[in-house]
């Protein structure tokens, strides 16, 4: 009971005191350590529930934790007869999480990095977590029976009180997380331009950094021969252009959601390098955003490629929080992970430094692979017989899509498809077809795209760890009269 006081006390304090929950601040040191094909297995299976299952049990983890912390003190009881053994027990507690997990967060020493503020935020959790043990051990069945059930009541209802507020304050999140993610509202053969709304959002952390256009620099230094400091304003004030992209996730599963197209406003990356003047040792640039994630790329394809932005608008509108304001990375043609949200530094370098997932197996090119959707009929819909509109998206990045064909027979004979113009070759197709079935029966739907190479998509399913997913998007429907 006490540990799960403690626990809602410290969500209650991220809400009105701005301290990083526990939780947070252990995500990025308990990804680090996974390996990552049980990561990618966890991502394929759970998808955005995976981020919830990982709160969930760093919540459980912890109670479990201070319960035990606070078994040690009543055994402790038993031999010592103290009313500020608790707070001992509890001052253990802060030591370890002051001393060495905060620390391990990235919240430096005391986790003053957050403030100084940090130290004694934990240390009143702490206090409250050994006062509601002292209520447990002045409960013993040495006091009378009625005071007894007053002193074991306050606890209850103290553990009462923290389930409800963990639940007021995780639960929305965790439902919209799960059931109501941004790309899960679009029903039908998506839009050229996915609407804002259900643009997707990927993100590795609990909570997204949030930067204060104002005062926010991006850096770029490193081998160069003069450093540059670019604030916000200065970066609207560059020559910009604005592109159509699709961007792809690299944990989307075959025929999955998380896949949208949009016009960013940007300046080119090179011309960003280029007013640092990098020095002729330098043959890599490296990136790092404020949630700590990283990422590199060769210069020479930096300097090759113009369409590769420091993106500061979507649509039209500065970038949201979710899309990584005030500016992020956005390298066409690759996975989403290439791309770094809330740009901080970029630093001119002479080898590749480790990606954030690269470090963890991943792909360090991340080039997208081909892919193509059903998004109608749905899969296990029941239709009348007669004309059938079939459609979807195709996305082969750079490479374009050159032909899109789809099966009724579970790949026996396929039909070719019409497809709208892209709008820009940087972006996915649409796809439309009307089929029309002979008879009703339950009938296996295919569909298959062909690069602009003349590459035909990969029809060997895949899982997305270490590169990506692939194989052919299958659904089952039931034509009937």
Same mark, same amino acid.
């Given at each position: 009971m006490a540990g799960a006081a403690l626990v809602a006390l410290m969500y209650l304090a991220g809400l009105l005191l701005g301290l990083r929950p526990l939780t947070q601040l252990l995500n990025e040191p308990l990804l680090s350590l996974m390996p990552g094909f049980v990561f990618g297995f966890l991502i394929d299976t759970l998808q955005h529930a995976g981020k919830v299952v990982e709160e969930f049990g760093l919540i459980i983890a912890m109670v479990v934790a201070l319960g035990v912390l606070g078994a040690a003190a009543s055994v402790a009881g038993l031999r010592w007869t103290s009313q500020y053994l608790p707070f001992a027990?509890?001052?253990?507690?802060?030591?370890?999480?002051?001393?060495?997990?905060?620390?391990?967060?990235?919240? $430096?020493?005391?986790?003053?990095?957050?403030? =100084?503020?940090?130290?004694?935020?934990?240390?009143?959790?702490? +206090?409250?977590?050994?006062? *509601? %043990?002292?209520?447990?051990?002045?409960?013993?069945? $040495?006091?009378? /029976? $009625?005071?007894? &059930?007053?002193?074991?009541? @306050?606890?209850?209802?103290?553990?009462?009180?923290? @389930?409800?507020?963990?639940?007021?304050?995780? %639960?929305?999140?965790?439902?919209?997380?799960?059931?109501?993610?941004?790309?899960?509202?679009? &029903?039908?053969? +998506?839009?050229?331009?996915?609407?804002?709304?259900?643009?997707? @959002?990927?993100?590795?952390?609990?909570?997204?950094?949030?930067?204060?256009?104002?005062?926010?620099?991006?850096?770029?230094?490193?081998?160069?021969?003069?450093?540059? +400091?670019?604030?916000? /304003?200065?970066?609207r004030a560059l020559p910009a252009t604005t592109e159509y992209v699709t961007l792809n996730c690299i944990s989307n599963n075959v025929g999955g959601d998380l896949m949208s197209t949009g016009a960013f406003t940007g300046v080119p990356l090179r011309d960003v390098v280029a007013m640092a003047s990098p020095q002729s040792q330098a043959t890599w640039v490296a990136f790092r955003a404020r949630d700590g994630y990283t990422e590199s790329l060769p210069l020479s394809t930096i300097q090759a490629s113009p369409e590769i932005l420091v993106a500061y608008a979507l649509d039209g509108s500065p970038l949201a929080t979710q899309h990584g304001f005030p500016a992020r990375i956005l390298i066409p043609g690759h996975y989403g992970m290439k791309g770094p949200k809330w740009l901080d530094a970029i630093e001119l370098v002479s080898r590749e430094t480790g990606g954030y997932w690269e470090q963890q197996g991943w792909d360090h090119n991340a @080039? *997208?692979?081909?892919? +193509?959707?059903?998004?109608?009929?749905?899969?296990?819909?029941?239709?009348?017989?007669? =004309?059938?509109?079939?459609?979807?998206?195709?996305?082969?990045?750079? &490479?374009?899509?050159?032909?899109?064909?789809?099966?009724?027979? $579970?790949?026996?004979?396929?039909?070719? /498809?019409?497809?709208?113009?892209?709008?820009?070759?940087?972006?996915?197709? %649409?796809? &439309?077809?009307?089929?029309?079935?002979?008879?009703?029966? /339950?009938?296996?739907l295919m569909v298959r795209a062909t690069d602009g190479s003349g590459a035909l998509q990969?029809?060997?399913?895949?899982?997305?760890?270490?590169?990506?997913?692939?194989?052919?998007?299958?659904?089952q429907v039931n034509v009937s009269h």
């Open positions: 027990f509890a001052g253990l507690g802060w030591v370890v999480v002051a001393g060495l997990l905060l620390p391990v967060g990235g919240a $430096g020493f005391l986790g003053l990095n957050d403030g =100084p503020a940090t130290p004694l935020i934990w240390a009143a959790l702490f +206090s409250i977590y050994a006062v *509601v %043990l002292q209520f447990g051990a002045q409960a013993s069945p $040495g006091v009378d /029976a $009625g005071r007894r &059930r007053v002193l074991s009541a @306050v606890p209850l209802a103290i553990a009462g009180f923290s @389930v409800l507020a963990l639940a007021y304050r995780l %639960l929305p999140d965790w439902y919209e997380a799960v059931f109501n993610a941004p790309e899960s509202g679009l &029903r039908g053969v +998506s839009p050229a331009i996915t609407p804002l709304s259900n643009f997707y @959002v990927v993100s590795k952390n609990f909570a997204d950094p949030v930067v204060d256009g104002q005062s926010w620099k991006l850096g770029v230094g490193g081998l160069a021969n003069r450093s540059v +400091s670019i604030s916000l /304003a200065d970066l @080039v *997208v692979k081909t892919t +193509s959707r059903l998004d109608a009929p749905r899969d296990g819909e029941i239709i009348k017989l007669g =004309p059938i509109d079939v459609g979807g998206v195709a996305f082969a990045g750079k &490479r374009g899509v050159s032909k899109v064909e789809y099966t009724t027979d $579970g790949g026996s004979t396929w039909i070719t /498809a019409p497809f709208d113009p892209p709008l820009s070759s940087l972006t996915w197709v %649409l796809w &439309r077809s009307t089929w029309t079935p002979a008879t009703e029966g /339950a009938y296996k990969d029809r060997n399913s895949a899982a997305s760890y270490p590169s990506g997913a692939s194989g052919y998007h299958s659904i």
